[in-house]
């Protein structure tokens, strides 16, 4: 074996002892602090460079002099690699520090406030992380309140659209009870009206229950829109005439869709009687089926007037009602928020914009494959 590999190979035995006692220290010190794995992975260094210089020297039987001359080198590197690595130890430790005092403001509603100054790349992107995570968070919160607000909205509306019709139908039954109503039918037909009118209210909750409970199951068949849009205009006309709005439905072109024929007939449905109980007398109502990139948007378009630009956001939400939430004819607020949900459920959007004189409720469906 040639010298210079003869002084490699002792000079590796001696690092790689080194080595070893520098792991075994680095496992049994794992828990404490980063200063000190810092200090440990330096000396670790300069300990293997001694353990193979002196292995080798022994080997070479270098003179006296020249192994304290090479000994007093390493000591001052060891010496300048501790001071460095401990330096950079508590640098590093220092901007942990600090990081994990700013993710502490996630706790009770707080936002993430980075920390002031340079820090390592690694904490620079878990900062990243934290940041973004926290504008997350802020973002469910957020979420979260309108839910909850919208929950409290719909609970007290619901709870007056059921009172004034049970209080009507108590005051009616008393009367028939004791005989002193003047005309008996009269107060049966208007007692049969109040009742399905909670009953559409109680449908229309389970319905808004099942959509936000993930639990409605669709069964999708080739349809086609004109056919849709048809039977919805069909099924409309009689509320149309009662109201005096004129239906029109002239631009509708014959895609062929996907989607549960009767959870579709049920947005439009709610999409018509929410436009004509909102168009005043000899308004119009147009409805409008035309294909689109990958789709067909299908728009109601009534005579409302439009609605202000602050609330076009929410009127979607669950027990939005608008500036007429107390009327009777404008439910329970659940109309709409039921269309988005079945419309999102057959991977569609809904949405509405202001037109001249009123609003324009538009729903865009996939078109069928093949």
């Known amino acids: 074996m040639s010298d210079t590999l003869l002084i490699a190979l002792l000079a590796f035995l001696g690092a790689a002892a080194a080595g070893v006692l520098g792991a075994l220290a680095l496992r049994?010190?794992?828990?404490?602090?980063?200063?000190?794995?810092?200090?440990?992975?330096?000396?670790?260094?300069?300990?293997?460079?001694?353990?193979?210089?002196?292995?080798?020297?022994?080997?070479?039987?270098?003179?006296?002099?020249?192994?304290?001359?090479?000994?007093?080198?390493?000591?001052?590197?060891?010496?300048?690699?501790?001071?460095?690595?401990?330096?950079?130890?508590?640098?590093?430790?220092?901007?942990?520090?600090?990081?994990?005092?700013?993710?502490?403001?996630?706790?009770?509603g707080g936002t993430f406030a980075a920390p002031e100054g340079q820090v390592a790349a690694e904490l620079a992107t878990l900062t990243r992380e934290l940041a973004a995570t926290s504008a997350k968070l802020e973002g469910s919160r957020e979420r979260e309140r309108a839910l909850e607000?919208?929950?409290?909205?719909?609970?007290?509306?619901?709870?007056?659209?059921?009172?004034?019709?049970?209080?009507?139908?108590?005051?009616?039954?008393?009367?028939?009870?004791?005989?002193?109503?003047?005309?008996?039918?009269?107060?049966?037909?208007?007692?049969?009206?109040?009742?399905?009118?909670?009953?559409d209210?109680?449908?229309?909750?389970?319905?808004?229950?099942?959509?936000?409970?993930?639990s409605l199951t669709l069964a999708p068949t080739r349809i086609s829109v004109e056919d849709l849009v048809g039977d919805a205009l069909a099924g409309a006309h009689p509320l149309a005439r009662a109201h005096g709005v004129r239906l029109v439905g002239d631009r509708i072109d014959a895609v062929p869709v996907e989607v549960d024929g009767k959870e579709m007939s049920r947005v439009l449905g709610n999409l018509l009687i929410n436009a004509i109980r909102?168009?005043?007398?000899?308004?119009?109502?147009?409805?409008?089926?035309?294909?689109?990139?990958?789709?067909?948007?299908?728009?109601?378009?009534?005579?409302?007037g439009g609605i202000p630009e602050e609330d076009l956001t929410r009127v979607f939400d669950t027990g939005w009602r608008g500036s007429h939430a107390r009327t009777p004819p404008a439910g329970a607020g659940l109309g709409l928020a039921i269309v988005r949900g079945i419309v999102e459920a057959h991977a569609g959007t809904a949405g509405v914009r202001n037109v001249t004189g009123g609003c324009c409720f538009e729903v865009t469906l996939p078109a069928a494959r093949g």
Request: a neutral charge; hydrophobic letters at 55%; glycine letters at 8%.
């Open 201 to 214: 209210m109680v449908g229309d909750l389970f319905e808004l229950s099942r959509i936000h409970a993930g």
């Open 278 to 304: 909102r168009t005043p007398a000899d308004g119009t109502v147009a409805v409008a089926a035309q294909r689109s990139q990958g789709g067909v948007v299908l728009s109601v378009t009534d005579g409302c």
């Open 28 to 108: 049994l010190l794992r828990h404490r602090s980063l200063v000190v794995s810092v200090a440990v992975v330096a000396a670790v260094a300069v300990t293997a460079m001694l353990a193979g210089t002196l292995t080798v020297a022994w080997a070479m039987f270098l003179s006296p002099h020249d192994l304290s001359v090479v000994t007093t080198v390493v000591a001052m590197a060891a010496v300048v690699s501790l001071v460095t690595a401990l330096v950079l130890g508590r640098w590093v430790a220092a901007g942990s520090r600090d990081l994990a005092a700013a993710a502490r403001s996630f706790g009770d």
């Open 149 to 199: 607000a919208s929950r409290r909205e719909l609970v007290a509306w619901i709870s007056h659209d059921l009172r004034t019709p049970l209080t009507g139908l108590r005051a009616m039954s008393e009367a028939l009870e004791d005989g002193m109503a003047a005309d008996a039918g009269r107060y049966l037909r208007q007692i049969r009206t109040e009742v399905e009118r909670m009953n």
